[in-house]
């Protein structure tokens, strides 16, 4: 089994296009092998640019179901992000799907289908209305799994005290709330989306189900730390491809310390995709997974990865 708890559509409009610009500048100067930083290589950039719009434009999902269907990939929890926030205006821009069409664009696909597709509602909860939005999506058939903030987008911090009706919305539901945790190109700001912060709410909130998206990343340490002193936390290790190709162990010492410290059913696997799938496909992915292939030893047995790829996630999603 394969469950795929952290995934994101893009159809066309759905987000302002300086976050795909910025990701393209992010990913020139990552991937360049230049002497000089290409961060100022217009051409790259633009050559980057126009990749990402290609790779992520998914008008219907038909991409994603057909690698879900390469993959073996069971069901997908689909994520809406909302980043208009950070870009003050530019939701109102012609052709922009706003954050709400968005949220149910999503929602038509998990009811077109209902046997391989989840999603969560993705708002600022700081919008005028996103608390009664959140709980008229949340009431459609299929319900939702659960609610998705995006600190780093918006510019809030998870223990603000707009964002409590939403938990305790979350908890009269029954579903988690999954916060991006870690860096992101600018003009993100990673200092929102720390696992401190999400700390708090996990203590404030003991009988919530929370769940710190990407380990953290760069910060997964600290992800694991919180996650370690609270039962009511989990992680995902979703974006985590860039690191493996990099040194496959920056991804394998991770995960081992996170299944250590907290225990298998408490760490779900996700691709974040389609944003990762161009550095490596999701089906060579989950292969890459099942090989477990450490260069420094770093070992699982059979058990823990099938929890972690996919029987985590049904139990939490309660799928």
């Known amino acids: ?12 409009g759905s987000d302002p296009d300086e976050y795909f610009w910025a990701t393209a500048k992010f990913a020139a100067t990552s991937t360049s092998t230049e002497t000089a930083p290409a961060r100022n290589n217009r051409e790259k950039i633009q050559e980057m640019h126009d990749a990402i719009i290609s790779l992520m434009s998914d008008a219907n999902g038909k991409k994603l179901l057909r690698a ?6 069971e069901r997908s929890i689909l994520l809406p992000l909302d980043i ?3 870009v003050p205006g530019s939701e109102a821009r012609p052709g922009a799907l706003g954050i ?3 949220n149910l ?3 038509e696909l998990a009811k077109e289908h209902p046997d391989t597709i989840s999603m969560m509602v993705g708002i600022d909860p700081r919008r005028d209305g996103a608390l009664d939005f959140f709980n008229h999506v949340m009431g459609m058939d299929p319900s939702p799994v659960g609610l998705k903030l995006h600190p780093a987008a918006a510019g809030f911090y998870p223990d603000e005290p707009a964002c409590y009706p939403f938990y305790k919305a979350c908890m009269d539901w029954g579903v988690p709330v999954l916060f991006h945790a ?4 600018a003009p993100f700001k990673a200092k929102y989306a720390h696992p401190l912060y999400i700390d708090t709410v996990a203590a404030d909130f003991p009988d919530l189900d929370v769940v710190i998206a990407h380990c953290g990343g760069n910060l997964w340490r600290d ?3 919180v ?4 039962p009511n936390v989990y992680v995902d290790f979703s974006n985590w491809q860039m690191a493996f190709k990099a040194n496959q162990d920056y991804f394998w010492e991770p995960l081992r310390r996170a299944i250590d410290a907290i225990g298998p059913w408490r760490v779900m696997f996700g691709t974040d995709s389609p944003f990762s799938s161009a550095i490596i496909p999701t089906n060579a992915w989950i292969e890459q997974i099942r090989q477990r292939r450490s260069p420094r030893g770093f070992s699982f047995n059979d058990r823990e990865i099938e929890i972690f790829l996919g029987e985590a996630a049904k139990h939490l999603f309660q799928l």
């Open 223 to 225: 992800a694991i730390e």
């Open 68 to 73: 879900m269907r390469q993959a073996s990939i």
């Open 1 to 12: 089994m394969v469950i795929d708890c952290h995934v994101h559509l893009c159809p066309p």
């Open 182 to 185: 870690g860096g992101d190109p």
């Open 105 to 107: 664009l999503y929602h």
């Open 100 to 102: 709400k069409e968005k």
């Open 227 to 230: 996650a370690a002193f609270k």
């Open 84 to 86: 208009w926030p950070m």
